[in-house]
């Protein structure tokens, strides 16, 4: 894969939605996409293994194979010799496993919210080489780009960064509209509304940038660095200052028509509710969310909020938010599994471990009691692994290897 070039896309026209076919070169990029992701999933993989993973012949595995490690993506590896069922060494020829190069390429992911902006610098096998934080006036667009383009030249610049770079993805605040390329579009940051992100940003680091808004792109790094890749599909939920979610489905995360799929913390879920930062009243986030809590009980600001004093986790009034915040979260995610039918679920957030959990046993147990109990598969509620604070940002480094490997 050649470098991305250093120029500015065209933003996209709005025109007619028309369904598409796969032509032959397309059906190829699905194949390789299917065998570049059964080697990172499973480092030192056979031949013989891909095939039987994915389904296509050994014969295309075997071409497939070889124009990456022409390419210089994937090497073979010394595998374990294969043992017998009666713990018997297997005879013949070892097994040659495969591998990602780590060095091949790498991508950078961008990520911003209301307080801060994250930067990463990972490589194609998954490595996360450096990584960086700054805080940020999120009210300003200028300047938020301004510190995004310098976030993204520190990592451009770093002395491990391999020599080819596969992308930039960004991972935004949302509502989103990709034929815009705007993003941000909350009535809370009215800058936003008229502001050229994607435009803007990319002409000022010469590259093309790939964005999702931030609860895609967390639940799309959670199946590159976290517990989502033994799944493939599944939805997502991230309780930060907000509620994001996410619906991963065949390791993609669903877009929508502008962008905003998986939008689960503006679930109407209040009637008389308080008026959420995207306009509407009684949105499912007013509760369930960082600002949610701050508001349960009492305070200001999230940064009024001290998670480390003295018998927080113990407090009465505590206890009652998670009781509703699961609750509630339960029902509307067993809604949307019953809507989309998808039965794995990962939760993710800011809050203290201690408390997350909580939040998780409560919402697991309203999941049991309102889902569809004759479904072929019951809904599994479990805790996402990926890192809560980079995951996003992590999301964002794997859009560009969606767009220029697979």
């Not at 502008?258 to 939008?263: D, K, P, Q």
């Not at 995610?333 to 998780?360: A, F, M, Y």
Request: with cysteine.
């Amino acid at each position: 894969m050649n470098e991305t070039k250093r120029h500015v896309p065209a933003l996209s026209v709005a025109g007619f939605r028309r369904q598409r076919g796969f032509n032959a070169s397309r059906v190829g990029d699905l194949n390789r996409g299917l065998v570049i992701e059964a080697i990172r999933q499973r480092p030192g993989i056979g031949r013989t293994h891909i095939s039987a993973e994915t389904g296509l012949t050994p014969s295309a595995i075997t071409q497939i194979v070889a124009a990456l490690m022409d390419e210089g993506l994937v090497e073979e590896v010394a595998a374990a010799d294969a043992v017998k069922p009666e713990g018997q060494q297997r005879l013949g020829q070892p097994i040659r496993g495969l591998r990602i190069i780590p060095g091949y390429a790498a991508t950078i992911g961008l990520h911003f919210d209301h307080e801060f902006a994250r930067a990463v610098l990972v490589d194609v096998a998954g490595n996360i080489i450096a990584r960086e934080k700054e805080q940020l006036q999120v009210e300003e667009p200028d300047q938020s780009t301004r510190l995004l383009a310098a976030l993204f030249s520190r990592l451009d610049e770093h002395p491990q960064r391999p020599g080819r770079l596969l992308g930039v993805g960004v991972s935004v605040m949302g509502p989103v509209d990709h034929e815009r390329g705007a993003v941000g579009l909350s009535s809370q940051y009215p800058a936003w509304r008229s502001y050229a992100f994607e435009q803007v940003l990319s002409q000022t680091i010469g590259h093309r940038v790939f964005i999702a808004i931030n609860g895609s792109a967390a639940g799309l790094g959670e199946y590159w660095f976290g517990g989502g890749r033994h799944l493939g599909s599944y939805i997502y939920a991230f309780v930060g200052y907000g509620l994001g979610g996410a619906l991963i489905f065949n390791r993609r995360a669903v877009r929508g028509s502008y962008g905003n799929a998986g939008e689960i913390g503006h679930i109407h879920a209040y009637p008389d509710g308080e008026v959420c930062y995207c306009g509407a009243r009684g949105c499912l986030e007013t509760v369930v969310s960082l600002r949610g809590l701050a508001r349960f009980l009492g305070k200001a600001r999230v940064e009024d909020l001290d998670f480390n004093a003295p018998g927080f986790c113990d407090d009465p009034e505590l206890g009652r938010w998670i009781e509703q915040a699961g609750t509630d979260l339960g029902r509307s995610l067993t809604s949307v599994s019953n809507i989309v039918d998808i039965s794995n679920i990962l939760v993710s957030g800011l809050l203290p471990e201690p408390v997350l959990d909580r939040l998780i046993e409560r919402t697991r147990r309203t999941v049991a009691v309102c889902q569809i109990t004759a479904r072929p598969k019951q809904i599994t509620l479990e805790k996402a692994q990926a890192p809560s604070e980079l995951v996003a940002a992590l999301g964002a480094a794997a859009m560009p290897l969606y767009g220029n490997l697979f």
